[in-house]
């Protein structure tokens, strides 16, 4: 069975940097796209970042815009999330999800990693 793990939580200072990862492991994850999804203390699980594993489509959702970046490499099966000038709304665990085909939902889902941004 496939298995998504994320790595690279961790605490940072506001304004700082940090990078999370997303590895697949198991028998070979074939999927259309790759997603970032966060979900804060008390709020809803949100949609934070998408790329597609072929053309490296790209979409983010606004309040990521122009800090994160989402980018994958796919000899390494590996999905990564490059998060820039952080605040505190940004605490969130971080969870990585497989959209396994076109139009479909985020259906493979991993454990999520803890992203905590000091003031």
């Known amino acids: 069975q496939v298995q998504l793990v994320e790595s690279g939580g961790g605490l940072v200072q506001a304004g700082g940097s940090l990078r999370i990862s997303c590895a697949a492991s198991?028998?070979?994850?074939?999927?259309?796209?790759m997603g970032w999804f966060r979900q804060a203390p008390r709020k809803e699980r949100e949609f934070v970042a998408s790329?597609?594993?072929?053309?490296?489509?790209?979409s983010y959702a606004d309040s990521v815009k122009g800090r994160f970046t989402i980018s994958r490499d796919n000899a390494k099966n590996t999905v990564y999330l490059q998060m820039n000038s952080l605040n505190s709304e940004d605490t969130a665990v971080y969870y990585c999800a497989a959209q396994t085909r076109y139009g479909g939902p985020y259906d493979i889902w991993g454990q999520g990693t803890q992203v905590t941004v000091s003031s």
């Open positions: 198991g028998p070979t994850l074939s999927s259309y796209a």
């Open positions: 790329i597609t594993w072929f053309g490296g489509r790209t």
